[in-house]
């Protein structure tokens, strides 16, 4: 009897999980139905370009209709309200519902704002196209405000957190804002831009060698480093520090960190900390026609740490799952998930980055490391592209 695969998110997880499951099975043996908020897949590693107008939208909002014509795949642009897991339905909140025989929860993660008083309220964040978009625009707005009224807030770029996010968002600024100063009539030493970081150091990632790289780089270009210092209110647009320090901003992005999706953690499968726990098959671990692609999951490496959430463990993920959803109708064995790790690369800007890169931790600093990154980028676009032509 033909099956129903209900593929939730359109992100890296659910694109690939859908992808790989219709080169597995034919239309009689699977219908496969995504469900996304919007109607296309966003690249949102390249979100920070985005947001400060060094890339084009189109580069980065992909239509997912455009994607998918004549793959089989029913495209559901709308917004998930509650996934019933014991009734096997899922309903978005425009009243329609779809059963399922299986499930696919690829929603993402959300930002974190840890109950800092006043933060959600008056920070603008970067999880989607369309928060790029809004930065964009912020930025240039504020620019331009600042040529007449002068307010040194308008002229003062804070960003609240010191990971990847936060440090590549902060590296685009830095090399676009003189252009818009100059855009605008504005002298760009009247800006300030400030990253705030609650640990010791940016990006703890890489080895001290790698951020001072990036702090020097960064530095020479405008930005100033307070760390070691958490962001513990913000008020209008008054953000305060642990030290009680205050900064007057009119412009305050958040890239303080991320959880699971609450519909995921909430909807009665098994979770460790919001996020859904998984088999080695990348099924739930308390519901089997259930599996888990991306953010929204935990998987623990072997020694027991959880994997960070990346695009590239997503998009493995996704793969795997379809497969093993095609593997478990035909009666044939599954996949375990061995995730493989090309490195962590992260731009600081146009032309500067840092990376590790492969098994054996190859360092990359400066061009090569940047254009590394543009290179994995067109990678997963010609992966995606390949897949397109494989389905049927
Ligand atoms: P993150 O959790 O990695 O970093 C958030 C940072 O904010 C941390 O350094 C944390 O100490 C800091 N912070 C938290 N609370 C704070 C506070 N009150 N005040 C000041 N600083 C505070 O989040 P992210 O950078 O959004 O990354 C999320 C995930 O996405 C990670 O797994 C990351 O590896 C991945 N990512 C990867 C890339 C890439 O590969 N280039 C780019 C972006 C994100």
């Known amino acids: 009897m033909r099956k129903e695969i209900l593929i939730l998110g359109g992100g890296y997880g659910g694109l690939l999980s859908a992808l790989s499951a219709r080169q597995h099975l034919t ?8 469900i996304n908020r919007v109607g296309s897949h966003q690249i949102i590693t390249e979100l920070h370009r985005l947001a400060a107008g060094n890339v084009a ?87 331009k405000a ?56 940016i990006l703890p990632i890489f080895s001290p060698e790698l951020i001072q790289r990036a702090v020097t780089s960064l530095e020479s270009r405008g930005v100033e480093f307070l760390t070691g210092l958490a962001i513990t209110e913000v008020n209008g647009n008054i953000v305060t520090l642990k030290d009680g320090r205050t900064i007057e901003t009119n412009t305050l992005v958040w890239t303080g960190g991320v959880q699971g999706s609450p519909l995921v953690g909430n909807c009665g499968i098994e979770v460790n900390r919001g996020r859904a726990t998984v088999n080695e098959f ?5 519901h089997p026609e259930v599996s888990l692609a991306g953010d929204c999951a935990v998987v623990f490496a072997t020694e027991g740490r959880p994997y960070p959430p990346t695009a590239q463990l997503a998009w493995q993920m996704g793969e795997l799952v379809g497969a093993n959803i095609a593997a478990s109708y035909k ?25 590790v890169i492969g098994e054996s931790g190859i360092v990359m600093k400066g061009s090569p490391a940047s ?19 494989l389905a049927y």
């Open 282 to 286: 990348l099924q739930s671990t308390s």
């Open 371 to 389: 254009l590394m990154k543009k290179a994995s980028n067109a990678r997963y676009l010609s992966h995606i592209n390949g897949l397109f032509s």
């Open 57 to 143: 939208e189109k580069a980065v909002a992909l239509p997912l209709a455009k994607l998918l014509k004549g793959k089989s795949i029913n495209i559901v642009v709308g917004e998930v309200q509650t996934i019933d897991v014991e009734g096997k339905k899922v309903a978005l909140n425009d009243g329609s519902s779809y059963r399922y025989d299986n499930l696919v929860l690829a929603l993402g993660s959300e930002t974190n704002y840890f109950g800092i008083p006043g933060l959600q309220e008056n920070s603008l964040t970067l999880k989607s196209v369309s928060d790029a978009n809004r930065v964009f625009n912020h930025v240039k707005d504020r620019v």
């Open 27 to 34: 239309t009689e043996e699977a219908g496969i139905t995504i």
């Open 331 to 355: 009666g044939a064995a599954m996949g375990t998930f061995n995730p493989v790790f090309s490195g962590t690369l992260a731009s600081l800007g146009r032309k500067d980055g840092i990376g």
């Open 146 to 201: 600042y040529a007449t009224s002068k307010n040194k807030a308008d002229a003062t770029f804070v960003i609240g957190g010191g990971g990847l996010s936060g440090v590549e968002l902060v590296g685009e600024l830095a090399d676009e804002l003189p252009g818009i100063c100059r855009e605008y009539g504005v002298n760009f030493s009247d800006v300030s831009i400030s990253l705030v970081e609650a640990m010791p150091t």
